[in-house]
């Protein structure tokens, strides 16, 4: 995703990663288009219902991201949109998602909760094998990460 070369970099290096809106978006784009089949048959698994997801767009705000995307199947698609807090306690993301609007279907912001935390934590796991985290913060436009190479 980030064309850097972490490997080579001493141990007690600092990094600060900034991701905008539309690198955010970008990276999602080529991550959905990458793992199509992965992301529907997840969402088959949670919800009983198999969905195409395509055209994503993420935003960030204050402590906030939001993201909608076109879903459905065949023809028929329609926007889904939710919007979620993310707090760094200093070891680990927590994601809540605050609000979930899919027309036609129904899933409880709690359900939707039990679907990302695995990937996220995924996430800060496979980061954290490599960097401290010093921080995470979001703010309008930009994501941003500081962390000290291990």
Same mark, same amino acid.
């Given at each position: 995703? *980030? ?13 600060? #990663?900034?991701?905008?809106?539309? =690198?955010?978006?970008?990276?999602? =784009? ?16 949670? +919800? ?9 767009? +993420? $935003? *960030?705000?204050?402590? =906030?991201? $939001? ?6 199947? $065949? ?11 993310? +707090? ?13 609007? #899919?027309?036609?279907?129904? +899933? =409880? ?7 990302? /935390?695995?990937?996220?934590? @995924?996430? #800060? ?9 010093? @921080? *995470?913060?979001? /703010? ?11």
């Amino acid at each position: 995703m *980030f064309n850097l070369d972490f490997e080579k970099m001493p141990s007690g290096s600092n990094i600060q #990663i900034l991701l905008t809106d539309q =690198e955010a978006t970008k990276y999602a =784009e080529e991550y959905l288009n990458k793992h199509k089949e992965e992301v529907k048959e997840l969402i088959s698994q949670k +919800i009983k219902i198999g969905l195409d997801v395509s055209e994503p767009k +993420i $935003s *960030f705000d204050q402590d =906030e991201i $939001s993201l909608s995307a076109r879903v459905g199947k $065949s023809l028929i698609k329609t926007t889904a949109k939710a919007t979620a807090s993310v +707090i760094w306690d200093g070891s680990k993301a927590h994601v809540n998602i605050k609000t979930l609007d #899919i027309p036609v279907i129904k +899933i =409880e912001a709690d359900k939707a909760n039990g679907i990302i /935390q695995q990937p996220v934590h @995924s996430f #800060i796991e496979q980061l954290q094998k490599d960097f401290i985290i010093k @921080s *995470f913060k979001l /703010q309008k436009g930009i994501a941003s990460v500081d962390a000290v190479k291990k």
